[in-house]
């Protein structure tokens, strides 16, 4: 266990890398799939287009969805975007930050997956067969067929066992065709996605520099100070099943002194120390509240001095008006008439 406490710990602590190696893993998962995946084109006009696009799009967008799922901070913002204003205001910047750092690691996967397609050149073969340009490519002196009779013959051009338009164009020069423009697409596609990242990742901080650096610094604090209040909600819930368990054995104890005669036993050590981790919150209804306060009007950032401490709202105090200390003529002054 204190193995796995470790790996734990430090997954928690190298969270970004973690996330990076999640990200690199799906990418690798996602290329695996594409060349584990039977690719089977119906070899029909009217399915040739819809089948083809959707193994182009429709896993990138289920990886998509997939990278937002494992990353832990999405729930972190979808509860900063959809909390009530209380006493501390929301900054959209912060939570386009937040966003488009999911964003970035959630597409990696997908343009692995398009890329893997593109260049391999099965889909838009499939999907543009019947859009070949059969006056450029083949042979033009068969007119006997009409135009659905024809876009029959060009859409069995990815099934050879079932391809019977030789006479028409030449099954491997199709191909050979569609594989060329797909494969040029993919690498255009990769140009383009390695751009806007160089772009994305290196630019943008150097004309925004302190929007930048104060956007980033209050995204790692709305994730710290989650984890700290997890933390905290954990320890004082140990606390207080401590102390409720040991008052349930105290009072049985009681019971069988007053039955038996015996003496009760004095409480132990750890679970005075207990006590005073549970800060004064030891019912139902006040940690309800307080939970509740916290989601509703969290406390303002604004550290303040502990001589002067300030309500956090939710009991319905009110801070002590601070007087400030008179002068020191004035109260010269004072003392010399009387």
């Given at each position: 266990m204190d193995k796995f406490r470790m790996i734990f710990q430090f997954?928690?602590?190298?969270?970004?890398?973690?996330?990076n190696g999640i990200c690199g893993i799906m990418a690798l998962a996602s290329a695996?799939?594409?060349?584990?995946?039977d690719f089977n084109c119906p070899c029909l006009p009217r399915y040739n287009l819809a089948y083809g696009l959707g193994i182009l799009l429709v896993p990138p967008f289920i990886l998509f969805l997939l990278g937002f799922v494992l990353n832990n901070n999405i729930?972190?913002?979808?509860?900063?975007?959809?909390?009530?204003?209380?006493?501390?205001?929301?900054?959209?910047?912060?939570?386009?930050?937040?966003?488009?750092?999911?964003?970035?690691?959630?597409?990696?996967?997908?343009?692995v997956w398009v890329s893997v397609t593109l260049l391999d050149?099965?889909?838009?073969?499939c999907a543009f067969c019947t859009s070949l340009p059969v006056e450029t490519l083949g042979n033009t002196s068969h007119t006997s067929l009409s135009q659905g009779e024809m876009k029959k013959v060009l859409a069995r051009i990815p099934c050879k066992e079932i391809y019977n338009g030789q006479e028409f164009i030449a099954n491997e020069v199709a191909v050979r065709y569609l594989r060329c423009i797909s494969q040029a697409l993919g690498w255009c596609f990769v140009l383009l996605m390695t751009t806007v990242a160089f772009l994305v990742r290196s630019l943008r901080p150097c004309f925004t520099q302190a929007a930048f650096l104060k956007s980033r610094y209050w995204s790692h604090y709305i994730d710290i100070e989650r984890k700290l209040f997890d933390e905290t909600c954990a320890e004082h819930a140990k606390s207080f099943a401590k102390v409720c368990i040991?008052?349930?054995?105290?009072?049985?104890?009681?019971?069988?002194?007053?039955?038996?005669?015996?003496?009760?036993?004095?409480?132990?050590?750890?679970?005075?120390?207990?006590?005073?981790?549970?800060?004064?919150?030891?019912?139902?209804?006040?940690?309800?509240?307080?939970?509740?306060?916290?989601?509703?009007?969290?406390?303002?950032l604004h550290l303040h001095s502990p001589a002067f401490p300030s309500s956090n709202g939710w009991a319905g105090e009110k801070q002590p008006p601070v007087h400030p200390p008179a002068p020191r003529r004035e109260v010269a002054a004072y003392y010399s008439r009387v």
């Amino acid at each position: 266990m204190d193995k796995f406490r470790m790996i734990f710990q430090f997954l928690q602590s190298n969270q970004e890398s973690f996330m990076n190696g999640i990200c690199g893993i799906m990418a690798l998962a996602s290329a695996q799939m594409y060349s584990a995946f039977d690719f089977n084109c119906p070899c029909l006009p009217r399915y040739n287009l819809a089948y083809g696009l959707g193994i182009l799009l429709v896993p990138p967008f289920i990886l998509f969805l997939l990278g937002f799922v494992l990353n832990n901070n999405i729930s972190m913002l979808a509860e900063e975007w959809r909390r009530p204003q209380g006493q501390r205001g929301k900054d959209p910047a912060v939570l386009r930050y937040m966003f488009c750092s999911m964003a970035q690691r959630a597409m990696i996967a997908p343009v692995v997956w398009v890329s893997v397609t593109l260049l391999d050149g099965k889909c838009i073969t499939c999907a543009f067969c019947t859009s070949l340009p059969v006056e450029t490519l083949g042979n033009t002196s068969h007119t006997s067929l009409s135009q659905g009779e024809m876009k029959k013959v060009l859409a069995r051009i990815p099934c050879k066992e079932i391809y019977n338009g030789q006479e028409f164009i030449a099954n491997e020069v199709a191909v050979r065709y569609l594989r060329c423009i797909s494969q040029a697409l993919g690498w255009c596609f990769v140009l383009l996605m390695t751009t806007v990242a160089f772009l994305v990742r290196s630019l943008r901080p150097c004309f925004t520099q302190a929007a930048f650096l104060k956007s980033r610094y209050w995204s790692h604090y709305i994730d710290i100070e989650r984890k700290l209040f997890d933390e905290t909600c954990a320890e004082h819930a140990k606390s207080f099943a401590k102390v409720c368990i040991q008052q349930f054995f105290e009072g049985m104890s009681t019971d069988l002194a007053a039955t038996h005669c015996h003496p009760p036993r004095k409480a132990p050590a750890d679970v005075e120390e207990a006590t005073e981790k549970l800060l004064g919150i030891t019912d139902q209804g006040t940690m309800n509240a307080a939970l509740k306060s916290w989601h509703r009007c969290k406390p303002p950032l604004h550290l303040h001095s502990p001589a002067f401490p300030s309500s956090n709202g939710w009991a319905g105090e009110k801070q002590p008006p601070v007087h400030p200390p008179a002068p020191r003529r004035e109260v010269a002054a004072y003392y010399s008439r009387v």
